[in-house]
Nanobody
Framework: QVQLVESGGGSVQSGGSLRLSCAASGYSRSSFCMGWFRQAPGEEREAVATIDTGGRTDYADSVKGRFTISQENANNTLYLQMNSLKPEDTAMYYC?????????????????????WGQGTQVTVSS
């Protein structure tokens, strides 16, 4: 059974940094697309960044140059380094996994195709 557990959220001032982690278990990393999504109150959940098994990444335009997605295969952990945070980055952040690349693995991959989700970790950025 695939399990994803996020951590690392918190409150930070504008311009600050946070690193989110997602501990993954119960699956083979081969042909697995991983992503970070976020959802602000009253908004739809949106893709922030994706990474495939080969390390190819993609980002939402709103976070390019500020956020970095990475993975550590040795301990099956996904990361999201967030720098230069802005108040509009405030949201619940979710880690998600999709087995296979039939639907691609980038920011346009429909979130409904991600079968595995973590419980979320809150990020709050104050001005």
């Amino acid at each position: 059974q695939v399990q994803l557990v996020e951590s690392g959220g918190g409150s930070v001032q504008s311009g600050g940094s946070l690193r989110l982690s997602c501990a993954a278990s119960g699956y083979s990393r081969s042909s697995f697309c991983m992503g970070w999504f976020r959802q602000a109150p009253g908004e739809e959940r949106e893709a922030v960044a994706t990474i495939d098994t080969g390390g190819r990444t993609d980002y939402a335009d709103s976070v390019k140059g500020r956020f970095t997605i990475s993975q550590e295969n040795a301990n099956n952990t996904l990361y999201l380094q967030m720098n230069s945070l802005k108040p509009e980055d405030t949201a619940m952040y979710y880690c998600a996994g999709l087995r296979g690349y039939y639907y691609g693995c980038d920011r346009l991959t429909p979130k409904t195709r991600f079968a595995y989700w973590g419980q979320g970790t809150q990020v709050t950025v104050s001005s």
